[in-house]
């Protein structure tokens, strides 16, 4: 059994305590919160007496084996690092850090302890993702890649009323691409590797971060084209465009359905079920590593992180978006 604690209370935390507590291993021993009411509040929904609301007596406690953290953006890497060199492995929400400075110290404190460190990306987990990595040969030469994702915040109406919440402050490491666009980004570098040349727009807010924006990632024989925001939605589905038909993915962040249109006219749908729990995925590689002595995941591999958050990195620079988190 792998005793987990968790890092956060918000709905997302809920989410993969659901998902999670499916996967046989996993048990749900600690909760960390900046107040005692909502840890006390939160540990009582799901039955933990281990309650704390200091992370470096939660790191060095005996009662987690690993940590699930869920917490804003800016404080993934320092809380990671905290827990790692606790020896404890690290399961952490996507996008895993700020930027490719505060990944590479969290892989070192990882190596440096022979301890697990994964980014929490459900998409690459996924079986229908699978589908896709397993038919792509079907498309002949790939010329195209585009992925869509804009979701209107429900928070965004209170920006434009001045009240600014965490999801759009710079201090947080937030914003469109950071938040919303790292779904796109994810199964682009994980399908076709890292770009040869990176071009980035963004509309940037009056707080400092980006609200949406499009990139264009151009590889050897094919480009990858990403659109994403924040205040505004979209029901474009996303394609893989190849010379002998395209394939159809309804959404990247939550991929059920998979289909090849090829030139002749001819469809065939590829969609598998899975569970409606997807964050199951993630959670069952977590804990199987964990319980395999691994300590790396050969899917959201460190390689892979990396490469992501230097895209993300190198849009930022040239969108002029930058967190507090970049001149540390």
């Known amino acids: 059994m792998v005793n987990v604690g968790i890092i ?9 305590i659901k998902c999670a507590s499916l996967v046989e291993g996993f048990r749900l021993n600690a909760v960390y919160s900046r107040t005692q009411e909502k840890a006390t509040n939160f540990a009582k929904k799901y039955g933990i007496t281990n309650i704390f609301t200091d992370l470096e007596e939660m790191a060095k406690s005996n009662c987690i084996d690993a940590v699930y953290i869920a917490s804003p953006n800016s404080c993934h890497s320092q809380q990671s690092i905290i827990f ?4 404890k492995h690290v399961l952490c929400e996507k ?38 990595e397993n038919n792509l040969h079907k498309l002949g030469k790939i010329r195209r890649y585009f992925a869509n994702y804009c979701q209107y915040s429900s928070r965004y109406d209170l920006y434009k009323e001045g009240k600014i919440l965490n999801t759009f402050k710079p201090e947080f490491s937030n914003g469109s691409t950071m938040d919303i666009g790292v ?7 994980k399908l076709f590797g890292m770009p040869k040349e990176i071009q980035a727009s963004a509309l940037k807010l009056s707080s400092g971060v980006d609200g949406q924006g499009s990139l264009i ?3 050897e024989d094919m480009d990858a ?3 994403h925001s924040k205040i505004a939605d979209s029901y474009i589905p996303c394609e893989i465009q ?31 079920p899975q569970l409606k729990e997807t964050m199951y995925y993630e959670a069952k590689e977590f804990i199987e590593l964990i ?25 930022r620079s040239q969108t002029g978006i930058i967190y507090p988190a970049d001149n540390i």
């Open 95 to 132: 996008p895993i850090a700020s930027n490719v400075k505060e990944l590479n110290a969290m892989i070192a404190a990882a190596q440096n302890n022979n301890v697990l460190l994964m980014e929490a990306m459900k998409t690459t987990f996924l079986p229908n993702f699978k589908v896709i």
């Open 242 to 272: 190849g010379e002998k038909g395209t394939m159809i993915i309804d959404k990247f962040n939550n991929t059920e359905k998979v289909q090849i249109i090829y030139r002749n006219g001819e469809k065939e749908d590829l969609s598998v």
């Open 84 to 87: 790692l060199n606790s020896k």
């Open 217 to 219: 990632l151009s590889y």
């Open 291 to 315: 319980k395999n002595n691994k300590v790396e995941s050969e899917v959201n591999s460190y390689n892979q992180s990396l490469k992501v958050i230097d895209v993300i990195e190198k849009a």
């Open 183 to 189: 779904y796109c980004l994810y199964p682009v570098v």
């Open 225 to 227: 084209v990403i659109i």
């Open 8 to 16: 956060g209370t918000n709905w997302i935390t809920n989410e993969f």
